[in-house]
Nanobody
Framework: QVQLVESGGGLVQPGGSLRLSCAAS????????IGWFRQAPGKGREGVSC????????YYADSVKGRFTISRDNAENMVYLQMNSLKPEDSAVYYC????????????????????WGQGTQVTVSS
C-alpha cells in the first residue's frame, strides 16, 4: 500500500509560482511511476506530469510544457512539481498519484491512470 500526502497549494496571482510536494510512504520501489494530476470544477481528471522510477523518463501535458517541472528525491521519497508562469486555467485540485503495476509515464498521465491517490491540494490562480 502506498500513501500519498500532497502539500504546497494555495492562492497565487497569474504569472506567479508554486511548488507542490508529495510525500510517499513506503519505498520508492513500491511504485513504477509517480505523478501529478489535476481536476478543475466540472472537468475530468487530467494528467499533468509523471516521472518513471525505472528510467526517470518524464511526461508533461502540452498545456504545462515549459512552465512546470517534475522532480523526485528518492532518499526522502518525495516528488515535487515546480509550477511557474501560472495561469488562471491552471486552477484545480492537484493530486499525487502512484502506479504500482508496471506502467509508463505516457500511459499513467495520458489515460490518466493511477493505483493510489493522495487527498489533493487546491491551487487557485487569480488576481
Amino acid at each position: 500500500q502506498v500513501q500519498l500526502v500532497e502539500s504546497g497549494g494555495g492562492l497565487v496571482q497569474p504569472g506567479g509560482s508554486l511548488r507542490l510536494s508529495c510525500a510517499a510512504s513506503g519505498s520508492p520501489s513500491d511504485y513504477y511511476a509517480i505523478g501529478w494530476f489535476r481536476q478543475a470544477p466540472g472537468k475530468g481528471r487530467e494528467g499533468v506530469s509523471c516521472i518513471s522510477r525505472i528510467d526517470s523518463s518524464t511526461y508533461y501535458a502540452d498545456s504545462v510544457k515549459g512552465r512546470f517541472t517534475i522532480s523526485r528525491d528518492n532518499a526522502e521519497n518525495m516528488v515535487y512539481l515546480q509550477m511557474n508562469s501560472l495561469k488562471p486555467e491552471d486552477s484545480a485540485v492537484y493530486y499525487c498519484g502512484a502506479g504500482v503495476t508496471p506502467t509508463t509515464v505516457e500511459f499513467m498521465c495520458g489515460m490518466p491512470s493511477s493505483d493510489w491517490w493522495g487527498q489533493g491540494t487546491q491551487v487557485t490562480v487569480s488576481s
